[in-house]
Nanobody, 125 residues
């Protein structure tokens, strides 16, 4: 059985940093593209960042480029999202997700088979 468990969320001041982790069990990260999505209150869930498998391509939502970094530690079967220079508009529940798509990145939620339960990130003064 596949489980994706996010952690690392919390409350920070604008300009602060957080590092989210997504620990996977029941699957091997090297066989999946891994992504982060987020859902703010009253809004639809949106793509944030992805790292593909097979070619390790990385792609970000335009508004987080230069501030967020996605990475993976295959030995720990864990994906990370380092978030710097956080803004109030980054406030959301953050989800990690796994896609079996080989090579290339996808931002389409329907292409992700497995999802975590989410972790809350709140950026407020």
């Amino acid at each position: 059985q596949v489980h994706l468990v996010e952690s690392g969320g919390g409350s920070v001041l604008p300009g602060g940093s957080l590092k989210l982790s997504c620990a996977a069990s029941g699957l091997t990260l090297t066989d999946y593209g891994m992504a982060w999505f987020r859902q703010a209150p009253g809004k639809e869930r949106e793509f944030v960042a992805v790292i593909s498998w097979g070619d390790n391509r990385i792609y970000y939502l335009e508004s987080v480029k230069g501030r967020f970094t996605i990475s993976r530690d295959n030995a720990k079967n864990t994906v990370y999202l380092q978030m710097n220079s956080l803004k109030p508009e980054d406030t959301a529940v953050y989800y990690c997700a796994a896609s079996s798509r080989y090579r290339g990145v996808t931002t389409v939620q329907g292409e992700y088979s497995y999802w975590g339960q989410g972790t809350q990130v709140t950026v407020s003064s």
